[in-house]
């Protein structure tokens, strides 16, 4: 049973200056499932997605207490380099962000920071992550073409590409649908669910209906606090608190 | 009473146009007049032979070397120096009362006139370090003139690589050094080139802190110990000491020339690498 938690997070406090903006968060997250996160804006779900990969560690008014197990090894223990952590715990921002180079050369940023410079190998990795992320057919003529020309959604995807070539072992997506048109949405949907083979997926959204077409499990914040958490099924269909109830049926939210 | 926002356009277009246009035609008035004097005395005899008569005859040679090699040298020096220094106040530490101070030394440097910095140059390397007038005491002056100039310009354009490229880099495992080097520093290129090609133009046009740390001498300098001539410095001797106003002005035609080159080139290799990365 312990081996099949990815994530065991207990009393996570997180604050923004003075501000607590999360409130004693406890969740066990299992491998290899999808997780989503759905809650109103500023509930606290980015905060807490930033908290698993230390993200949170480039701003200094933020501070985090409590302990987040990744396969039982405290993150957040003084001997860990959050830099390794981040190339185990890879992230989609919510945002389509490229950087200013080829995809080729986007897809291979990570790997060429490790020094893996082996020609065959890189190609190999170019070609199953922007496969796995629904993008090959796409772009596989113009590699070396700048990734600042392909449109939002195709951008989004090879975010998800570049993450996937590092090869890490949890995605964190945060809300990485919200600019995107449905095509391009349901590609990337489509692609976590093959992915979730592979890796533990943690997927903050803001369209409820995304996390009950997605995720295995749903989380539901409000207002810094975790209200309920438990099997999608169950979240939608008989939650166990009033506020869930009435998000998920868009009574407000 | 209202203007119809028609007539108001009209008057703006038309104001802004004539601002612009006469802005240019001081420009093209000074090259123009400064290119009619000068160009019909620069021939290859003016540019490759030494000078004869302090000047009055002869060619420009040693000023040719000493124009080249002192902004090169200061250039080399002030680069690496200007751009560490940028990268540590924005990467490498908070916003804080120490590099507000170092910022605010940067720019109170920036504003001293050069020929304190000539006078500090002549006390401190000509004389107390005995290097001299040479070329090194004028290129190390120069460094501490420019280098204002190439930390503000690399600061900002540090700043304005957008933070999500140094979030994203984060995400991917880099070390922030990796993340200065691979994102940073390449997409804020363009900015550091331009605060480059400001210093030496800078440098290149300087002639007062130039005379009191590299001399004025017209000999060909056979090391970094020599004193040199620019031809700044050269021009100045020329028309001030009414030796020749004829090769005054060809040495300025050909300073202006030299100028616009280094310009033309910089952007065109600044194009070259900004298309490289968005075709």
Sequence with gaps: MESNFKFRISNLNVYWGKVQALRSISIDIPANRILGIIGPSGSGKTLFLRSLNRMNDLAPEISVEGRILLDDEDIYHPHVDPVKLRKRVGMVFALPVPLPASIYDNVIFSPSLFNIRNRKKLDHLVETSLTSAFLWDEVKDRLKTSAMRLSGGQQQRLCLARVLAMEPEVILLDEPCSGLDPISTAAIERALSNLKQNFTIILVTNNTKQAARVADNTAFFLMSEMVEYGPTDQIFTMPRDGRTNDYVTGRFG | ?279
């Design chain 2, 1 to 279: 009473m209202t203007v119809h926002p028609r007539y108001t356009q009209i008057v703006a277009v038309s104001v802004l146009t004539l601002l612009t246009v006469s802005t240019l035609a001081v420009l093209v008035f000074i090259i123009v007049f400064v290119f009619g004097k000068g160009l019909p005395y620069v021939s290859f005899d003016f540019l490759f032979t030494n000078p004869k008569d302090m000047g009055k005859f002869g060619g420009i040679l040693p000023t040719l070397i000493g124009t080249v090699t002192l902004p090169l040298i200061a250039i080399g020096i002030a680069t690496p120096l200007g751009v560490g220094t940028a990268v540590y106040l924005t990467e490498y530490t908070r916003e804080s009362r120490m590099t507000r101070i170092i910022r605010f030394g940067a720019d109170c440097l920036a504003g001293i006139p050069s020929i304190i910095f000539g006078l500090f140059g002549f006390i401190f390397f000509v004389t107390t370090l005995r290097m001299g007038w040479s070329i090194i005491s004028g290129s190390l002056t120069l460094v501490f003139m420019i280098l204002p100039t190439i930390i503000r310009t690399s600061e900002e354009a540090i700043k304005s690589v957008p933070y999500l490229y140094r979030e994203v880099s984060f995400s991917l495992g880099a070390t922030q050094w990796q993340t200065v080097r691979r994102v940073v520093l390449p997409n804020a290129l363009p900015g550091i080139v331009t605060g480059i090609m400001l210093s030496i133009g800078r440098s290149i046009g300087e002639t007062a802190a130039i005379i009191f740390t590299a001399g004025s001498s017209l000999r060909m300098p056979h090391s970094i110990f020599d004193s040199v001539r620019t031809m700044s410095v050269h021009f100045y001797i020329l028309a001030r000491e009414g030796i020749s106003n004829q090769n005054a002005y060809a040495t300025a035609a050909v300073l202006i020339i030299s100028i616009l080159t280094i310009n033309l080139i910089s952007y065109w290799m600044m194009n070259m690498f900004i298309a490289k990365k968005t075709r």
